[in-house]
Structure formats: structure tokens, C-alpha cells
């Protein structure tokens, strides 16, 4: 098993440009969500999703989008992008009990963003 | 709205030392995660508590969780330097996990 994939690594874009960032996981979870780590602030989480075709926003939802078409993927999209994005982003999925409780979450090894 | 404080955030100690992580929140849940990141890498998870007087021992970090006390320690034992990473606790809250900021442990020999 791969796990939790990310690509890119790292990225360079300048102010008002669009990307997506892609995760994938091979483990069949049903959870999978999108977090932000910045210095001294912990994980942020900024969307998640709970089954395909099914997303709901977190802590800090805005400038970006999400969409689940399968179980395996879940790319986030920053629609322009803001110096204020700057930020490691980290992907993770569990499994995922009706209850509303989840397992353990498996972290993908993250990108770099750099927005200037 | 649920908050989660870790402290210390910073601790530096020296290796054979013991030493305990605290992790509160502000509102009920009964699930709580710990997980070690290093330097640059992405987050390990070292333990799931899932009920009220839950302890969970890996090598020299054991873990509790007091529900009612809303509060989480993960006491290390005989510090080794290889021990040095940043722990996270998380906790569980409809459908999301509310982390907090985490403690960098810094083990010198």
C-alpha cells in the first residue's frame, strides 16, 4: 500500500494564480481531509469529507474548493492565490464510523506552498 | 467552540529524565489522539484514546485521558534523544479533529 500520496511537494506561485493540490490514499477510507500548518498555529483543518461526493467546510474554508468523485481522491483547489496561503498543506484520511467518530488519521507527506 | 491548549509548548530536557505533556480542551469529547512530527516530515500517530480512563503505553511515552477532567498527559519515561520531535494532541469534535499547537521536545544527551 502507498498510503496517503501528495503531489507536488513543493510549489512556487505567484499572487492571484490557481492550482490544485492532489491526495490520494489506497486504504478504502471513507474520511478524508485537508489541513494547514503554520508555525506555532498546530493543524487548521480547511475542508473535509466524510464519502464520495459528499464535503463540508472546517476551520478555515475560505479561497479554497474541494470535491470527492471517488473514494480514492481528494484534490484541493486554491482558486487565487494570497501571500496568506503560504503554508505546508497536508492531506489524511481514516476511517469513518456513521456514529460521527472517526479512527486515527494517516497524514500524506505534505506540500510546500510558497505564494509571492 | 472547541478549544484545545497543549503546554508547555517548548520543553528542553535532558536524556533519563521524566517529563509530562498536557493537553486540554474545553468541551465534551471522548476521543483524543496524540502524534509526533519531526522536522519537516508529516504527522505519526502514536495513540488513540477513546474512553474516559484510557492508557496507552509505547516504549517511554504512556498516554491517559480524563473525560471529565477534560484533560490528556503524555508522560515520558527516561528521556532518550531520539524522543526529540514535536507532539500534537487532537481532539475529536463532528466530524473533525480540533488540534492543538503542539509541544517541541528537545532531548539533549
Known amino acids: 500500500n502507498a498510503g496517503v500520496t501528495q503531489t507536488p511537494k513543493f510549489q512556487v506561485l505567484k499572487t492571484g494564480q490557481s492550482m490544485t493540490l492532489q491526495c490520494a490514499q489506497d486504504?478504502?477510507?471513507?474520511?478524508m481531509s485537508w489541513y494547514r500548518q503554520d508555525p506555532g498555529m498546530g493543524l487548521r483543518l480547511i475542508h473535509y469529507?466524510?464519502?464520495?461526493?459528499?464535503?463540508d467546510q472546517g476551520e478555515v474554508p475560505n479561497g479554497y474548493n474541494v470535491s470527492r468523485s471517488t473514494t480514492e481522491d481528494f484534490p484541493l483547489r486554491l482558486l487565487s492565490a494570497a501571500p496568506s496561503q503560504t503554508s505546508v498543506y497536508f492531506c489524511?484520511?481514516?476511517?469513518?464510523?456513521?456514529?460521527?467518530?472517526?479512527?486515527?488519521?494517516?497524514f500524506g507527506p505534505g506540500t510546500r506552498l510558497t505564494v509571492t | 467552540e472547541l478549544k484545545v491548549e497543549q503546554n508547555p509548548l517548548f520543553l528542553s530536557m535532558q536524556e533519563g529524565k521524566n517529563y509530562t505533556i498536557y493537553c486540554n480542551y474545553s468541551?465534551?469529547?471522548?476521543?483524543l489522539y496524540w502524534y509526533r512530527q519531526d522536522p519537516g516530515k508529516s504527522l505519526e500517530s502514536l495513540f488513540v484514546?477513546?474512553?474516559n480512563g484510557a492508557v496507552k503505553q509505547e516504549g517511554r511515552l504512556m498516554a491517559s485521558l480524563d473525560t471529565k477532567a477534560r484533560l490528556s498527559t503524555l508522560h515520558i519515561t527516561a528521556a532518550v534523544h531520539d524522543l526529540s520531535a514535536t507532539y500534537f494532541c487532537?481532539?475529536?469534535?463532528?466530524?473533525?479533529?480540533?488540534w492543538g499547537a503542539g509541544t517541541k521536545l528537545i532531548i539533549k544527551p
Open positions: 487532537a481532539v475529536d469534535s463532528n466530524y473533525q479533529l480540533i
Open positions: 468541551t465534551t469529547s471522548d476521543r
Open positions: 489524511a484520511s481514516s476511517y469513518f464510523r456513521t456514529s460521527g467518530s472517526s479512527y486515527e488519521q494517516y
Open positions: 469529507s466524510v464519502g464520495a461526493g459528499i464535503t
Open positions: 486504504m478504502n477510507h471513507e474520511y
Open positions: 484514546l477513546l474512553s
